[in-house]
């Protein structure tokens, strides 16, 4: 049995969008959300890099990696920490896993290469608003009503 479970495999299909953290050279965290996230197995989680010149030059010098994927509505998620590893263009492995990514649609041609986050821990993320009694549906009631009511009218 792999690292991911089931539900943790529903989050990352259902949310897509990843927020990626490495270390920078100089020792400073690089933050990057991705939006073309794919479970690659029970054990990694994968993204198309198409423009992330401050995560590759992070991962040039140190392949810590952190890829946190977090619901807005009912405030729960998990963070995932491992080592990242690239796989280029050209090669038998991209050329695998990069079918996997056809509901992107165009963007699978923008895909410079694949990251893939071999992962070592995974934990859950949870708002502290669980700790002082909120219940899920009344979180995502109250986030869905935010949302809404910050969207452009008209």
């Known amino acids: 049995m792999g690292i991911l479970t089931a539900d943790m495999k529903r989050v990352v299909a259902e949310q897509r969008l990843g927020f990626v953290a ?8 690089n933050l990057s959300p991705k939006g073309t996230m794919l479970v690659r197995d029970d054990d990694s989680i994968m993204f198309g890099e198409i423009r992330s ?9 140190n ?13 729960k998620g998990y963070r995932f920490k ?9 090669t038998d492995e991209f050329e695998t896993l990069i079918p996997r990514f056809a ?22 993320i949870t708002s ?9 549906p009344e979180l995502r009631a109250h986030w869905r009503a935010y949302f809404e009511s910050i969207q452009p009218k008209g």
């Open 82 to 90: 491992g080592k990242a590893r690239l796989v280029e263009r050209r």
């Open 53 to 61: 010149p401050g995560t590759l030059a992070s991962l040039k010098t």
């Open 22 to 29: 490495t270390v920078s050279s100089d020792g400073t965290p």
């Open 103 to 124: 509901q992107y649609g165009a963007l699978v041609a923008k895909i410079n290469r694949i990251i893939v986050l071999e992962i070592a821990k995974a934990s859950p």
């Open 128 to 136: 502290p608003a669980y700790d002082v009694g909120s219940t899920e």
């Open 63 to 75: 392949p810590a990696m952190e890829i946190n994927f977090v619901d807005p509505f009912a405030r």
